[in-house]
């Protein structure tokens, strides 16, 4: 199909038209003249819902810490059970996410997962008003949150067929950090939200923990309606379940998932445990500064994408693990002095970190299987190519979804590091032990699979690529 039959296959769909029948954003024509306008406005509303989607998430790590104000009496290490879970079941629930966007649609499934978020917000909305609620109750609903953890998986994995080669670091890292700000902005209003009574009916209380769930019931529904009427699906991101569990045989998924548990995985996970770390190890500061970290790491991301675009995924990833060991052991010398200022300085260096990590490491994943399929057809004609290139999009989207549900597992992870390290030593320099050396592991990934000269996929190379050498 020509360019010109492609703009028109486009245009004649409205713009909240379902089915996108031909899509080839890689020819500059059609990309010019009709793709970018198009990708620019599924972008905007998958942020949209995304961003609510990771504020429903990380909801409970603002809420638990306040439960003993309103009458509830649950453990430290129960409540840190409670930031915990929601990180758990929205790790588990990226990956049918990520199948739903080739089964039904980019459009249709961000409609469909907005909708879900009623479920964790009402839930919180009716229970928080009851203090003899048993725990168990309250970590079922809790867990819910999870939800909006899956949006995440989906929304990259749609997003990422949409945009060319030349622009998914930026775009990805983009609508990624649209998502990953929803932490910081549900850190930073609810706080405020829960102490205004009209929400919840005008009921004369110091806190209306009840607030964070309702709050977020309007927003839920214009992200519901506006990727109704402004989204597309489509065709060319259909593959069949086989195609994308297949994925899970290659070797380079498991090391890039391994990866971005490192980057997103302690993104996520330190975000969600933040709030309740601060008051556990620093009770005397009474200013909300949790918001810090994940608006200091949303806004790095996208300039990780960026910067892995011009200079190579794999030299900002080898380096920025570098840099998270860094800053987790001045984390813990903090500790050992006490200083709230130390402390404070390293986990927002390590938030900077994790932000530029998950722009970088998400870059690299379309690179390395667009590098292993042109070097398969390598020498079969143009047909070959193009097929090999089509082959390895499918391929990177579904790696992309697979990846993200195992870094999600840091949000369950790194929480519950925290309680258990308080539980057994009465502090939290064990975990930080622990992620010390995972990040050193990292490293060692990064440079034996990617970054040294002898590794494979640094001899992957072809003349078609855009990167630089070693820029996976």
């Known amino acids: 199909m020509t360019t010109e039959n492609r703009r028109q296959t486009v245009q004649a769909r409205p713009a909240g038209g379902r089915w996108i029948a031909d899509w080839n954003p890689e020819d500059p024509a059609f990309w010019r003249q009709t793709g970018r306008r198009v990708a620019r406005r599924n972008l ?15 909801i409970w790590s603002v809420v638990a810490p306040r439960l003993s104000k309103v009458g509830f009496h649950y453990t430290t290490e129960q409540l840190f059970s409670l930031i915990a ?21 980019g459009r249709n499934w961000t409609i469909v997962s907005a ?14 008003r009851h203090p003899e609620t048993p725990f168990w109750t309250m970590a079922l609903v809790a867990a819910t949150a999870g939800l909006g953890g899956g949006n995440f998986a989906s929304s990259m994995a749609n997003i990422s067929f949409f945009y060319p ?50 709050f977020w019931m309007p927003l839920i529904a214009l992200a519901a309606l506006g990727a109704a009427r ?48 601060l008051k556990t190890q620093f009770p005397q500061v009474t200013l909300n500064l949790a918001f810090l970290g994940a608006l200091v790491g949303s806004i790095a991301r996208p300039l990780g994408g960026k910067l892995a675009d011009r200079i190579g995924g794999t030299r900002v990833t080898l380096w920025n693990f570098v840099l998270m060991g860094m800053a987790t052991l001045g984390a ?14 390293m986990f927002l260096a390590l938030f900077v970190t994790t932000g530029l990590g998950n722009g970088s490491t998400f ?9 292993e399929h042109l070097r398969a057809a ?84 072809t003349n078609s690529l855009a990167e630089p050498q070693l820029g996976i």
């Not at 905007?44 to 990380?58: C, D, H, K, Q």
């Not at 879970?85 to 649609?105: H, I, K, S, W």
């Open 165 to 214: 080669d030349r622009d998914k670091g930026f775009a990805l890292g983009l609508n990624a950090a649209g998502g990953n700000i929803g932490v910081s902005t549900v850190q930073l209003l609810i706080p405020i939200v829960m102490t205004v009574p009209i929400l919840s009916g005008g009921a004369r209380r110091a806190l209306h923990v009840e607030n964070a769930g309702l």
């Open 230 to 277: 402004f989204m597309n699906n489509l065709s060319a991101a259909r593959s069949s379940f086989r195609d994308q569990v297949g994925v899970t045989r290659r070797k380079h998924t498991w090391v890039m998932a391994w990866l971005y548990v490192g980057t997103f995985g302690s993104f996520i996970g330190y975000s969600a445990a933040f709030p309740l770390l």
């Open 363 to 371: 870059r690299m994943i379309p690179v390395i299987f667009r590098r």
């Open 378 to 461: 390598a020498g079969q004609g143009a047909a070959a190519e193009a097929r090999a290139l089509e082959t390895a999009r499918r391929e990177s989207a579904a790696v992309l979804g697979f990846t993200s549900a195992v870094g999600a597992c840091g949000g369950y992870l790194i929480p519950r590091s925290f309680g258990a390290s308080i539980h057994a030593t009465g502090g939290v320099e064990l975990a930080l032990r622990v992620f010390l050396a995972f990040y050193v592991s990292c490293v060692a990934l990064t440079w034996w699979f990617y970054a040294r000269k002898a590794a494979p996929a640094a001899r992957a190379g």
């Open 44 to 58: 905007f509303w998958s942020i949209l819902a995304e961003n609510i989607g990771f504020s429903v998430w990380l």
């Open 85 to 105: 879970l929601p990180g758990l079941l929205g790790a588990l629930m990226r990956f049918p996410y990520t199948f739903a966007v080739p089964r039904f649609g």
């Open 115 to 128: 909708m879900l978020l009623f479920i964790p917000t009402s839930g919180l909305a009716l229970l928080v």
């Open 332 to 345: 813990i010398v903090s500790l050992h002095q006490h200083a709230f200022g130390g402390f404070l300085a």
